[in-house]
């Protein structure tokens, strides 16, 4: 498979089925994360693989209602990041939440690629994640990566989310987000 094409497969289901995801593939995600871009190379994430019981646990625990279907992955990536671990430039540009962002992008992507779901949210009691498993007060729970293979068991979605499962939600215009040289100007 090519970028285009995980780019084009990728999609953020929430029907996960229970078989535990391998150490091998869980270090092809991690070697994703590892090799992506960062601002001077200060990669600033940190993560908690949470795939034994206790971890596991301590997150699906502190899952909002609305993600309840999160309870059934195998696996969940505890993303955090640090301000003072990355570059901070003129704007307001502190680059841990960016370059973290990245690292997660490209372990989405070759999630995709090897048949898996990773599927990034921030509907948690961040709080509670990081006294459970011991995160730094200093650390940003960026976000969680709820990840497995896909699964058929719907019974824990919202009418919402089951039609997000079978039709990709619908993307804003390009003239919406891309401007052709001026802010305003759409891309056409």
Same mark, same amino acid.
């Given at each position: =498979? ?6 084009d ?10 078989? $535990?995801? &391998?150490?091998?593939?869980? &270090?092809e +995600?991690?070697?994703?994360?590892? /090799?992506? #871009?960062? @601002?001077n190379?200060n990669?600033?994430?940190?993560? *908690? ?7 596991l ?5 502190? +899952? ?7 309870t059934?992955? #195998?696996?969940?990536?505890? *993303? @955090?990041?640090?301000?003072d671990?990355?570059?901070? +430039? ?8 960016? &370059? ?5 992008g490209? =372990?989405?992507?070759r ?5 898996? *779901? ?20 200093? !650390? ?5 990566? *709820? @990840?497995?293979? #896909?699964?058929?068991?719907?019974? +824990? /979605? &919202?009418?919402? !989310? ?6 990709? $939600? $619908?993307?804003? #215009? ?11 100007? $759409?891309?056409?």
């Open positions: =498979m090519d970028v285009k094409d995980a780019v497969r990728r999609r953020a289901t929430r029907a996960f089925d229970a078989k $535990p995801v &391998s150490d091998g593939l869980i &270090s +995600l991690i070697e994703a994360m590892r /090799l992506s #871009p960062s @601002c190379n990669q600033p994430w940190r993560v *908690i693989v949470a795939k034994d019981p206790t971890s646990e301590a997150v699906r625990t502190s +899952l909002t209602r609305g993600n309840v279907w999160a059934r992955a #195998p696996l969940i990536f505890v *993303i @955090c990041a640090r301000l671990d990355d570059c901070k +430039l003129a704007d307001r540009r502190d680059y841990y939440l960016f &370059s973290t962002g990245i690292a997660v490209e =372990m989405v992507l999630a995709t690629e090897l048949g898996l *779901i990773a599927h990034p949210i921030g509907g948690y009691d961040a709080l509670a994640i990081k006294e459970k498993l011991g995160i730094p007060a200093d !650390q940003v729970l960026i976000t969680l990566v *709820i @990840c497995g293979y #896909p699964g058929t068991d719907v019974s +824990l /979605l &919202s009418e919402k !989310q089951l039609l997000a499962e079978v039709e990709r $939600p $619908p993307r804003k #215009p390009v003239g919406d987000n891309f401007f052709d040289g001026r802010w305003g100007e $759409p891309w056409k």
